[in-house]
């Protein structure tokens, strides 16, 4: 009599994003004796990488029991232990463990951004001048790029920016409207968007980093208003 043998080799993958009760794969066991009727499947006591799967006892099949996170571990170990099932002889079966490794391939994820940015600039401001303190970006994968790319939008007329890294800063930008002037209006609404078009495309993540994702944030830019000399009448 022999033991049952795992067909499948000693790893498998399944994407970070995956559904819970989603299928890993299928450890498939062979009956080189041919005197097994079935088989029984089982994690070799704790061996369940940490709770995070769940192994069918009749079919092998190693499904996901819980949220997986490539930044926060790329792979786990399970044990599984096989045993042969004679359900006519009654005899006791022989049975083998196999170590399995189980990679959680990276997929691309989306920056974050604060809820929200609220800046304060006195108007008429020199071009160039910050306004309010930078907003910062995060992402989980930020060791696959260097730099978010930011945009903006709504009203920008006479606003600006400059970025660097993973920070964008608000500035005056007389080029883009003029000067900026309290009395056409006391604040300006605009939005800004950091997305990861700089996603390295040689990474080892399964989609590539593609598309680009994004984040867009509501920002406010409230005007101070000073006194204005008077103008003469031509």
């Known amino acids: 009599d022999e033991p049952p043998v795992v067909a499948d080799g000693a790893s498998m993958t399944v994407r970070e994003d995956a559904q819970l009760a989603e299928r890993v794969g299928t450890i498939n066991?062979?009956?080189?004796?041919?005197?097994?009727d079935a088989f029984?499947?089982?994690?070799?006591?704790?061996?369940?990488?940490?709770g995070r799967f769940a192994l069918?006892?009749?079919?092998g099949a190693l499904t996901v029991l819980q949220s997986l996170d490539h930044e926060a571990d790329t792979r786990?170990?399970?044990r599984v232990v096989v045993k042969g099932l004679r359900f006519g002889s009654g005899g006791s079966a022989l049975s083998t463990t196999v170590g399995l490794t189980v990679g959680v391939a990276d997929v691309n994820e989306p920056?974050?951004?604060?809820?929200?940015l609220v800046a304060a600039i006195a108007e008429n401001s020199a071009d160039g001048t910050n306004i309010g303190t930078p907003l910062v970006g995060h992402d989980v994968d930020a060791n696959d790029f260097e730099a978010l790319t930011f945009a903006l939008g709504g009203e920008i007329a006479g606003i600006g920016a400059?970025?660097?890294?993973?920070a964008v800063q608000l500035v005056v930008d007389d080029a883009s409207g003029g000067a900026l002037n309290y009395e056409a209006g006391a604040?300006?609404?605009?939005?800004?968007t950091a997305s990861d078009t700089n996603w390295d495309a040689d990474d080892s993540a399964v989609d590539d980093g593609r598309p680009a994702l994004s984040a867009?944030?509501?920002?406010?830019?409230?005007?101070?208003?000073?006194?204005?000399?008077?103008?003469?009448?031509a």
């Open 76 to 78: 786990h170990a399970v």
């Open 111 to 116: 920056p974050t951004l604060p809820p929200s």
């Open 40 to 50: 029984a499947f089982a994690f070799e006591g704790a061996a369940d990488g940490g």
């Open 162 to 166: 400059t970025t660097s890294g993973w």
């Open 216 to 233: 867009t944030v509501a920002a406010t830019v409230r005007l101070t208003d000073l006194n204005d000399p008077p103008r003469l009448k």
């Open 56 to 59: 069918h006892a009749d079919t």
């Open 29 to 36: 066991a062979i009956d080189d004796g041919g005197n097994d």
């Open 187 to 192: 604040q300006r609404s605009l939005t800004i």
